[in-house]
Nanobody, 125 residues
Framework: HVQLVESGGGSVQIGGSLTLACAAS?????????WGWFRQAPGKEREGVAC???????TYADSVQGRFTISKDHAKNTLYLQMNMLKPEDTAMYYC???????????????????WGQGTQVTVS
């Protein structure tokens, strides 16, 4: 079982930056692991934001491409999401999650991830 704990959320002005972190209890070095960030705004479905596999291959949602950067620190068992040029539409609860070798076309699909954190709120205004 993998436990994930997010941190770093908060309130920020339009155009500002935040860095989210997700600490994993285990499995960070698994060769078949895929790590992702998702978000869910009130009344909306959960959507994939960014993901990264064991080789460091990243995928981003079109809405955040060029503004967000996903990365991981194996020494700290921690996943990060650097968010720049934040917009009001980025306001949501952000979750980190782990999947096992999802098909490439499904890497940002929430249903393929089986471990989830509790989330951290990001508010942009």
């Amino acid at each position: 079982h993998v436990q994930l704990v997010e941190s770093g959320g908060g309130s920020v002005q339009i155009g500002g930056s935040l860095t989210l972190a997700c600490a994993a209890s285990r499995g960070f070095d698994d060769a078949d692991a895929e790590w992702g960030w998702f978000r869910q705004a009130p009344g909306k479905e959960r959507e994939g934001v960014a993901c990264i596999d064991d080789d460091g291959l990243t995928t981003y949602a079109d809405s955040v491409q060029g503004r967000f950067t996903i990365s991981k620190d194996h020494a700290k068992n921690t996943l990060y999401l650097q968010m720049n040029m934040l917009k009001p539409e980025d306001t949501a609860m952000y979750y980190c999650a782990r999947a096992t070798r999802p098909r490439p076309e499904r890497r940002l699909r929430p249903e393929v991830y089986n471990y989830w954190g509790q989330g951290t709120q990001v508010t942009v205004s």
